[in-house]
């Protein structure tokens, strides 16, 4: 970086930290801090000239308003998010919504995918650790561990799963939604595969297919317990035991 950037990243670090010492940040000042943030990326960027005002004005707006529209989908879930909440989530002008994704529902539908692909992401980094920690775990007792690690995650992140089956609800209604989620299903079928079995989707591709959508079926009909009776929902060691006797009976 410039030298003469550096000045700007010390007034984004004072800024962000007086943003997260003072708990009862008034919304005005959020506001306000957030549209300095955005300038402050700006003159970062130009000042080491990486690129121009106007690339780089473009690029934090549309960066900007998925973070914006992932926190309503937190905070107010899929259906009751407008296009004046992302908006002022984000620090963006309303109009910039639609000259970078189109429509709220197209915004709304990639922050759902970054959410999730966040979800993901995040889950592997913990089961991969997991692994290293116990790597000679019998299958069943890995099995049960993966599935309580996932479980904790659904508890984590419930709001992110209610908003899913929002958009679930609205299939028959909108087309454009059924093909996204049918999109953003495929992409977790081979997500899956990758993350609980290691099968990468590109070099096997039918295997990848057959036991991510089973992880797929297990996932949905979990997190839908989860999500409507945890106090009835199975644990992890629930799921392992209901595998060893089903398994079981098909061997016999």
Not at 73 to 84: D, I, N, Q, S, V
Not at 222 to 241: F, H, K, N
Request: contains cysteine; hydrophobic residues 45%; glycine residues 8%.
């Amino acid at each position: 970086m410039a030298l003469h950037s550096l000045p700007v990243m010390r007034l984004h670090i004072c800024l962000t930290h007086l943003y997260h010492a003072n708990e009862r940040f008034d919304k005005r000042l959020r506001h306000l801090y957030n549209n300095l943030v955005e300038v402050i990326y700006v003159l970062g960027k130009c000042l080491d000239g990486s690129s121009n005002l106007h690339e780089v004005m473009a690029v934090g707006n549309r960066e900007a308003l998925l973070e914006g529209a992932k926190r309503c989908l937190y905070e107010k879930g899929y259906a009751r998010t407008t296009a004046r909440d992302i908006a002022a989530a984000s620090g963006v002008s309303l109009a910039a919504i639609g000259y970078h994704y189109g429509s709220v529902e197209a915004l709304l539908n990639a922050a759902m995918i970054q959410a999730i692909q966040d979800w993901g992401e995040e889950i592997g980094r913990a089961l991969a650790a997991d692994v290293q920690a116990t790597p000679d775990a019998p299958p069943l007792e890995r099995f049960a561990a993966i599935w309580t690690r996932v479980i904790e995650s659904f508890e984590a992140q419930r709001p992110l799963w209610v908003a899913t089956f929002e958009v679930v609800a609205q299939i028959e209604r909108a087309p454009e939604v059924r093909q996204f989620l049918a999109g953003a299903l495929q992409q977790g079928r081979e997500g899956l595969a990758m993350l609980f079995e290691g099968i990468d989707a590109g070099t096997n591709p039918h295997r990848a297919q057959s036991v991510g959508s089973f992880y797929q079926a297990l996932m949905t009909g979990v997190v839908t317990q989860w999500v409507t009776d945890p106090e009835r929902a199975p644990s992890g060691r629930d799921l392992a035991e209901a595998l060893r006797i089903v398994t079981g009976m098909i061997e016999e």
